[in-house]
């Protein structure tokens, strides 16, 4: 008994550590390397021609995909607007453009020290700020021998891994405990992010081809795949944020990690009467958008762990609200959720995806408490699953019926939406 425990424990480590091999990389914005500047990558014989070319490993034209067409380049801009302007005033900044608060995530904001010659913050989201700092790998990574292992190993950031990229997005598209727009920032006028790493990896424009060279040095899975680890990074982050920014709040915690709509809506709306809450009434929900889809997950891959993650949450909900073990609490979940996360580690989750579509489908059409940000999840994993399996052509007419429900936050009606995932056939 001892012995099989001992071996499991091993086991279980040993898996732990691989999967948790990328939290030892550190994101682009505070690793050592110096940031050259978007220029030092844009030259026409580097990664600006304007056409793809083919004889080459890489098509080259990273730089102009980039600077026509992705909303990263915009992003520095975005702060020049009267939007940003109107937000920095209410926060009392002399303006937003050069505030860390929101360059940390609108450019490619490293320390002053890490800024090579040509440098420019106004390049917005540029290539380091995803890549990594080019210090050490900008003469090495054009060698003949260079391979992205070796390149890798001089620094450049693991994009292509899932996990990495995952953590990657999320540090802006989610937050860190060094930034995050939280709810001062969006009661000053900030729009509400939301994020899944499938549906905004395709979103920004691709400038990668998952070619034969592509899927011989990296990783090239499936959506399916990638939906399910953006999912278990997602929900780690947000347990991450929760343990940082609630269990060691002063006052007031961060009312970013709460159901906006918990307090934001008529007094007369009976929303706790309606929605089968196990809180006492006039509580504060949790936003526990990030973690409604791993019940689906853990559905088809372990069924006793679907149970044990609904527990965790449940618990949550529960000593977030009374103020008590949350540490407890969070420990626990994590646990589960590397459960849930070795069992995806094998990919085999590519042969549940009808059965994931039928389970997704089948809770959101039930669900009680469904608010807008879960809603929304459950959409685009929907849309995800269509896609991959081919059937999206079939779908059209329902899918715009079932965006339509999210087209405006501020008037969902979690009915509405349950009736049209009810309405599904097939
Ligand atoms: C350094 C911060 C940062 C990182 C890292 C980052 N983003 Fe973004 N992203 C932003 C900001 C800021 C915007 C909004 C830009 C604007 O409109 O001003 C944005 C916008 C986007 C948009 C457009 C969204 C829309 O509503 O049109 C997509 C898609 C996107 N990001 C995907 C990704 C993906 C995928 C990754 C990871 C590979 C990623 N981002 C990494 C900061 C970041
Ligand atoms: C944690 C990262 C983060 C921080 C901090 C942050 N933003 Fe953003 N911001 C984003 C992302 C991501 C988006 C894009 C949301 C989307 O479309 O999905 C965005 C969108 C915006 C938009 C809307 C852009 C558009 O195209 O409609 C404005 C305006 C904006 N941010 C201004 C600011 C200002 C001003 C600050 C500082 C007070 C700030 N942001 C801080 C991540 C951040
Ligand atoms: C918001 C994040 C982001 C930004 C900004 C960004 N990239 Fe990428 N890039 C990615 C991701 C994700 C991939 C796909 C995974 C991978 O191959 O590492 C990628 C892939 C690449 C590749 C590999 C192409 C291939 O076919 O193997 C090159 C080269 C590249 N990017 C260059 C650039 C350059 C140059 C810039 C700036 C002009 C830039 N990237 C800006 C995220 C980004
Ligand atoms: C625990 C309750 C609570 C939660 C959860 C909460 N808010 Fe707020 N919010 C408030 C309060 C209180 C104010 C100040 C309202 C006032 O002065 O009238 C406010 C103000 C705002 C404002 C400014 C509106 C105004 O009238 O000045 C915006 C925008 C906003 N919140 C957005 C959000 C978003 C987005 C979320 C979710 C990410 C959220 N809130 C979550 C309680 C909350």
């Known amino acids: 008994m001892i012995r099989i425990r001992t071996y499991l424990l091993c086991l279980s480590v040993v898996c732990l550590s691989w999967v948790r091999g990328v939290e030892a990389e ?15 990558c844009a030259s026409g014989v580097c990664h600006g021609s304007v056409r793809a070319r083919e004889a080459t490993a890489v098509s080259q034209n990273e730089y102009v995909i980039w600077s026509r067409r ?9 702060l020049l607007t009267d939007q940003s302007k109107s937000i920095a005033k209410n926060l009392g900044l002399k303006n937003a453009h050069e505030a860390d608060m929101c360059l940390d995530c609108h450019a490619d904001n490293v320390a002053v020290e890490n800024r090579g010659e040509r440098f420019q913050i106004d390049d917005g989201v540029g290539c380091e700020a995803c890549h990594g700092g080019s210090e050490t790998y900008i003469s090495t990574h054009v060698d003949d021998a260079a391979t992205h292992a070796s390149n890798i190993e001089d620094g450049l950031y693991p994009s292509d891994d899932p996990r990495a990229r995952a953590k990657l997005c999320l540090s802006c598209h989610l937050g860190t405990s060094e930034k995050m727009a939280n709810h001062n920032i969006m009661g000053a006028g900030h729009p509400r992010i939301s994020f899944e790493l499938d549906t905004f990896n395709w979103l920004q424009p691709a400038h990668y081809n998952l070619d034969e060279d592509y899927r011989a040095e990296k990783w090239a899975g499936s959506s399916l795949e990638l939906w399910t680890i953006g999912q278990v990074e997602a929900a780690r982050q947000t347990l991450g944020l929760i343990k ?26 009976q929303r706790w009467a309606a929605g089968g809450s196990s809180l006492p009434p006039g509580s504060v929900r949790l936003n526990d958008a990030n973690f409604v889809m791993l019940f689906s997950i853990a559905n088809v891959v372990d069924q006793n762990l679907e149970q044990a993650l609904r527990q965790s949450l449940a618990k949550l909900h529960k000593v977030v609200n009374k103020g008590q073990n949350i540490d407890a609490a969070i420990s626990q979940f994590q646990q589960r959720l590397d459960e849930l996360d070795v069992k995806i580690t094998n990919g085999s989750i590519k042969n549940h995806a009808d059965a994931l579509v039928k389970v997704i489908i089948e809770k959101s059409g039930r669900s009680k408490m469904l608010d807008y940000g879960s809603a929304e999840q459950a959409l685009m994993a929907v849309d995800m699953l269509l896609s991959s399996t081919g059937m999206r052509q079939d779908y059209a007419a329902w899918l715009d019926k079932a965006y339509d429900t999210l087209s405006d936050e501020n008037a969902f009606d979690s009915g509405r939406f349950t009736r049209v995932m009810r309405s599904f056939k097939g």
């Open 26 to 40: 550190q994101l682009p914005q505070y690793a050592p390397q110096d940031h050259l500047g978007v220029a030092t």
């Open 244 to 269: 940082d920014r609630l269990n060691n709040a002063s006052l007031f915690p961060e009312l970013a990690l709460f159901d906006c709509h918990a307090c934001h809506h008529s007094m007369s709306d």
């Open 70 to 78: 992705d909303r990263h380049r915009a992003a520095y801009n975005t």
